[in-house]
């Protein structure tokens, strides 16, 4: 059944509009903190991926004035393109966060988008933080109205609602009135991004990137008086009608500005798509706790919830990216190197002989009774050994909450290699510290080359 709420003109726009960085409770401004940290150590370690190299190179002669950084790189550019390729590069490795409701990654739109922002124009950190808080309120409530139709549908959801994350947070820090929000929603509305058809591409991590750049100038036009429909989102030929089979605008509005989205973001401990990780956390601890050879393997059964096989049903992975996409590859990977990083879906991994060798002894059932964040895993063992392993909920889910410690650690791997030790505790400093900074943009400069 469809609910009907005026989203334009009604509590969501003026609540952006009005939202106070004193009216943040502590632990939502904490998680704010703990979502840019992460967003900044993936999007450092993803600079360098062939996949931003060439968008850099395909399309910098075109940019204009070099006031904003491409973290990670010595390059800089102007803000629309410093959002485009930063969102890129924060998502190109699957490692950033997701909201686990919607599978949304909501920091990857909205944060690429307001930190090219407060390169051009000076931001306190607690604005910054408002904003940031305000564009993933938006782009997850906005997701879960539409959520799971849309996404089966096929849209890439972060792209579809990214967009009005960072528009909405754009906005914020360009002090739009109620007007000029909604022609700002209107124009992200009619930007959509994202088909799930482009999964183990480069085009993937275009989206999010994409998501922040057309935010960015949704709420860039709607400053200067660039009008729009004022329901772009609920009309009858709307975002949510043309793009979703089922909606439910309560979602939008229900306790707004009582409950925050952000506090229930998660963090992925592993570098490919989130409902793999119950897997790769069922396969390590069994390797550890059993001191598993992986040549010795004879067998490995996965049950698994629906999305798994939907998402990440390849067999036969020929690059890294499509490695991201394959629960195979994943299983092989947890079990003969113990982790889930980076390294481990790179274009050499996927075609290495041991690692497709075990791939190909692995079998992924769907069980109806499993849930996203749960794995049962049965072995058996070259001499007819069964080990059975049941993960009710993975590492990185609400249930089992990435800590600080692990944060910081996962942000060190990332990228100690491009900046070096010592600047990286630095940043890592300056994200956590980041509410104190006068100029938000100043940040930046412990994040480039």
């Known amino acids: 059944m469809e609910r009907k709420c005026p989203v334009a003109r009604h509590r969501p726009v003026n609540y952006v509009v009005e939202a106070r960085p004193e009216a943040l409770p502590d632990a939502v401004r904490k998680e704010a903190k703990r979502t840019f940290l992460n967003w900044v150590g993936c999007a450092v370690g993803g600079s360098h991926h062939e ?5 850099i190179a395909a399309l910098s002669p075109f940019a204009g004035a070099g006031t904003s950084s491409i973290l990670g790189r010595a390059e800089r550019t102007d803000p629309l393109h410093a959002a485009l390729f930063n969102g890129i590069s924060s998502h190109v490795f ?27 124009r000076p931001v306190t950190g607690p604005d910054f933080i408002n904003a940031l808080v305000l ?74 990137g994409r998501a922040a750049q057309n935010g960015f100038t949704a709420a860039l036009l709607a400053q200067k008086g660039y009008t729009s429909s004022e329901q772009g989102i609920e009309a009858k030929r709307g975002w949510a009608n043309v793009l979703s089979t089922s909606r439910n605008y309560d979602e939008i509005t229900e306790n707004l500005g009582k409950s925050y989205e952000i ?20 396969c390590i601890q069994l390797r550890n706790a059993e001191h598993l050879d992986p040549t010795l393997i004879r067998s ?20 890294g990216l499509e490695g991201k996409f394959s629960v195979y590859h994943a299983a092989a990977m947890a079990f003969i190197d113990g982790t889930g990083g980076e390294k481990q879906f790179s274009n050499e991994a996927v075609v290495n ?28 063992l070259m001499d007819g050994t069964v080990i059975e392993h049941h993960v009710p909920h993975a590492i990185g889910s609400i249930a089992r909450p990435m800590t600080d410690a692990d944060l910081e650690r996962k942000f060190q791997d990332l990228a100690d290699d491009i900046l070096g030790p010592q600047r990286v505790k630095e940043l890592l400093a300056q994200c956590w510290d980041l509410e104190r900074f006068n100029d938000v943009g100043k940040l930046s400069a412990a994040a480039r080359l």
């Open 51 to 55: 996949t931003l190299d060439i968008a």
């Open 94 to 120: 699957d490692f950033d966060d997701t909201h686990l409701r919607t599978v949304i990654h909501p920091a990857g739109p909205v944060a690429s988008a307001l930190l090219a922002y407060a390169e051009y």
């Open 135 to 208: 564009g993933v309120e938006v782009e997850c409530r906005i997701g879960k109205a539409v959520f799971p139709a849309h996404y089966d549908v096929g849209w890439h959801i972060t792209g579809t609602t990214g967009v009005f994350g960072a528009a909405a947070a754009v906005g914020k820090l360009l002090g739009l009135d109620a007007q000029r929000m909604a022609w700002a929603f209107g124009l992200a509305a009619t930007q959509p991004v994202g088909l799930r058809d482009m999964f183990g591409t480069m085009t993937k991590s275009f989206h999010p």
């Open 263 to 282: 506090s229930v973001n998660s963090y992925k401990p592993f570098a490919c798509g989130i409902v793999i990780h119950p897997t790769i956390d069922g």
């Open 300 to 319: 490995v059964d996965l049950r698994v919830h629906h999305l798994v096989l939907e998402l990440t049903g390849k067999t036969a992975p020929k690059t």
């Open 353 to 380: 002989p041991n690692v497709i060798a075990l791939r190909e002894r692995i079998k992924a059932t769907v069980d109806p009774a499993i849930a996203p964040d749960e794995v049962r895993i049965t072995v058996t």
